[in-house]
């Protein structure tokens, strides 16, 4: 975290869209879900996932699958840990993650997910989120979980196959 | 024929049959993932992620996305309720606690459930996942599943 960081919210909230569009960019499993970057800032990461056939699980209701919540959760999460750490970068795979869905989402409708990294250690990350569809304080799904932090360098190693 | 006997119908044909391919196909999303099911020597149903390249989260690896692989679980552990039950009912998830213990390769992978509690409402579930060995799965969770009554099996359910 820089002075300049600290001293332009606005600009340090450009620097982290930009980062979070980028890298949302490159993961085509959420893409192909139809994910999209929503806003950015250090307290939280906000995506949209664009309601599309392919993320039904009752195609006789149109409600949608838990995966796909799952996925855009991970994901938010994920980015959510990038933008605490900027302009410092580390891998972070997820360790854990516990999702609980509340209600019936409705059908036809598109989920954004809210991500906050609440808590940042040497070696872990702590998110806590949810997934709504108009009104944050009414959310669809909650979930927690926990990031890995793996320097640049020791990432390499291990992703050897 | 009412909408929801159609639903009911699949599950019916799929028990027949012994396999439960169509009701991954009737489904978008566990089509969308391209997840298949075999039937084991025990007769028991095996659930198959055949590599696929929309399923990738991390490029330069290459490693499948958490979110696909903690989908697959979740809708594997629905397809194992729905073959197992005596009257198949809809399951919905309540919860799913997934940890994650190695990293995804672009491999196929493989899933295996067990039903630790089935009451007459909610059923908890184990579902272990793996790549090359059952004895190192790269991801393990547990859910609790909502069974919905037989003649609501559509209308009060989320999936």
Known sequence: MTATDAADPAEDNRRLSKLCERFLGTVRHSIELGMRFENATRDGVTIRLVHNDNIVGNPWNGVVHGGPVLALLDQTGGLAVACKLYPHVDITPTLDLRIDHLRRPDPGVDFL????????????????????????????????ATYMRLGLNKSMVRARP | MTVSSRLIDVIAACRRIGNFDPLVDAIPYAKFLGMRCDIGYDGTVQFRLPVKQENIGNPTLPALHGGAIGGFMEHAA???????????????????????????????????????????????????????????????????FLLAEPDSAVTCTRQ
């Open chain 1, 113 to 144: 997910a809210f991500a906050e990294c609440y808590r940042l250690s040497s070696n872990v990350a702590f998110v806590r989120g949810c997934a709504y569809q108009s009104d944050r304080a009414d959310p669809v799904s909650t979930f927690v």
């Open chain 2, 78 to 144: 629905i397809i194992h309720l729905l073959a197992t039950m005596d009257t198949p009912r809809m399951p919905k998830t309540v919860d799913l606690s997934i940890d994650y213990l190695r990293a995804g390769h672009y491999r196929d992978c493989h899933a295996s459930c067990t039903v630790t509690r089935q009451g007459r409402r909610v059923a908890n579930v184990m579902i272990s996942c793996w790549q090359e060995d059952p004895a190192e799965p790269i991801a393990q969770a547990r859910a609790h």
